[in-house]
Each structure stands twice: as C-alpha cells, then as structure tokens.
C-alpha cells in the first residue's frame, strides 16, 4: 500500500477509535466526589498520533475527535464541548512541546501525565471564564492527584500499542519507547 | 520510566501539595465567612442586612415578627437567636451560626436569618466534562 494511503487510513482509524473512547468516557458515571475527573481514555490516541506520526497528524486527530465525539453524543456547542476542547487543545499542546518528536526527556508517560496536567488546567482556566469564578481552582489538587495514576497508564498503554503497531519498510516512524525496559515489551 | 518522568510526577505532587496547602491557609487567614452578609427575612422580606463582622459580639438587635420581637446577637463572625416570642424556641436551640448558607428559621414568627456568603468555593461546575 502506498505509504500516504496507510498513514490516511491509520490516522482515520485513530480518529474513530479517539471518538469511541470519547463518547465511551462521557457515558460512564460522573464521580460525585470529583466532577471533571475523568481516565483521558481519548488520550491513548493523541499519544499514538503523536508518536507515530507527529505534531502535524496530532493536531488533525485531537480537533477532528473533538468534533466528532461531541457531535455523536450530542454535546457540540454546550458547556462541556467548550471545557473538552479547551482540555484537549492545551493538552495536546504541552503534549507537542515535551515529546519534541521523542527527542525530549520525557517518555510517552511523562509526556501524557504532562498531558493530564495541561488538560486539568486549560479546562479550569475555561471553566473559569464561563462561570466568571476563579473559585473553581479550588478542584485543582484533587484533580491532579487523579490525573497522576490516569496518565502514567493510559502513557503505559500508548508504549505498548506502539510496540504492536509494527514499522514496515520504513513506511512508519518507529516510535521511541524510552523507559519501559525491552523485556517487558517482548512478551 | 526515564529521569524525566521522575521529574515530573514529583513536580505534580509538589504542585498539588502547594494549592492545596495554599488554599488550607487561605481559609484558616481570612475566613470567607468575614465578606459574608447576615440577611434577615420577616414573612418572606429581607428587612436587614449586617455584614457579618459589623454585628459586635454581645451587641443584639430585635426584629418584629407577628408573635412579637425576635432578638438576636452577634459574636466574633457569628450570629444566633437569643430570644424570641414563639413557643418551642427552635431557632434559639440552634445556636450560633456563621458559615454561608447557614439559616436560623423561625416558623412561628416568621423570621429567617441566614448568612449569604461571599465564598467562592459554593459553587461547583455543574456541566458534564468529557
């Protein structure tokens, strides 16, 4: 297959597997401890796009999975479009800057706790400015503290589909699995 | 898990510790309750605003409900019914209130006296995120 036909068909893939988990996230129940905490389950394919494909194909992933995931399950336009797109842009954002095409020193988890974090504040920051109250920061610790386990794993996971998603020919950029040792990769 | 990593996950702890502690001393430094208003309603109508650390400790002030005066005190950021005509004194078994959102409601005279804050942390997103 031609090497620009696969990448089209990866990254359609990657952007209806992004609207599932999108929609999938929004139907579990809201934790009446923590509203806004949440596992950033579409975050998994952020982190492939950007690996495999980088900032570029990342950046159509995130707006088109936004876009779709909130039409579908009927949120475009409302409150929450607005505090999901505003979450996912800025952490797509931070994302882009700390892998620095896997030349940066984080690893694919430090990368989506980064991530997490940059979701966690650009949402607040929204959220902010819709309701006109800057008390709402007061989620914030708690909110990271959630955000530190979510990341790390859904990062976890991103490391290990990489290493399923085989390079062939050199059509793919092979992407760098820093910090998880071989071994536990190859079983 | 690169050093990078490390680095991170300890400065999301850190960070989280540090609003945390930072909004744990807010509130012990500056109580929200201070901009608070004691609002009290007679029958429905608000007939008085204090703001709460204008009513002096030990200063009282009576309010005319339809059984009679109901009298009640300020102390140190706080406000409670002393006495009042009605017969089963609930409102003044309740005590001393202060925080936004607390209510002395007295059904027989019809006084309600409760404490509108301005505390910013009241209110929370009440919008599905996802």
Redesign the interface.
């Known amino acids: 297959m031609e090497v620009k036909t696969r990448k089209l068909l990866h990254l359609s893939f990657l952007v209806a597997a992004g609207t599932a988990l999108?929609i999938f996230?929004?139907m579990l129940p809201?934790l009446s401890v923590l509203?806004?905490a949440?596992l950033g389950l579409a975050n998994l394919v952020n982190l492939i796009a950007l690996s495999f494909y980088g900032a570029g194909s990342a950046w159509w992933v995130v707006i088109l999975r936004v876009f779709l995931?909130?039409l579908l399950?009927g949120?475009l336009l409302?409150?929450?479009f607005f505090?999901?797109s505003a979450?996912a842009l800025g952490s797509m954002l931070v994302m882009i800057i700390s892998y620095s095409g896997g030349r940066?020193?984080?690893?694919l988890?430090?990368v989506s706790?980064?991530g997490a974090?940059a979701h966690n504040l650009s949402?607040l920051l929204m959220?902010t400015v819709l309701?006109q109250?800057?008390?709402?920061?007061?989620?914030?610790?708690y909110l990271?503290?959630f955000?530190?386990p979510t990341g790390?794993f859904v990062g976890l996971t991103a490391t290990y589909v990489g290493r399923y998603f085989p390079a062939k020919n050199g059509e793919w950029k092979k992407p760098v699995t820093?910090?998880v040792s071989s071994r536990a990769l190859n079983t | 898990?690169?050093?990078?990593?490390k680095?991170?996950?300890g400065a999301?702890?850190v960070?989280?510790?540090a609003?945390?502690g930072y909004?744990g001393m807010r509130f012990r430094l500056m109580p929200p309750a201070q901009e608070a208003q004691v609002v009290v309603e007679v029958k429905g109508e608000v007939v008085e605003t204090h703001p709460l650390k204008d009513l002096k400790a030990g200063g009282q002030w009576q309010v005319k409900g339809p059984l009679g005066y109901s009298v009640y005190e300020g102390g140190d950021n706080r406000v409670r019914m002393v006495s009042s005509p009605c017969p089963d004194k609930v409102c003044v078994k309740r005590g001393w209130i202060s925080a936004s959102g607390e209510a002395i409601i007295c059904v027989p005279n019809q006084v309600v006296i409760h404490v509108e804050g301005h505390?910013?942390?009241?209110?929370?997103?009440d919008?599905?995120?996802?």
């Open positions: 999108h996230e929004g809201a509203p806004g949440k995931g909130s399950g949120t409302t409150t929450t505090l999901s979450g940066g020193p984080f690893s988890m430090g706790v980064l974090v949402q959220a309701i109250r800057l008390g709402i920061f007061f989620y914030l610790p990271l503290a955000a530190l790390y820093k910090g | 898990m690169t050093r990078g990593d680095v991170v996950l999301v702890v960070l989280a510790l609003v945390f909004q505390q910013e942390d009241e209110e929370g997103p919008a599905l995120t996802q």
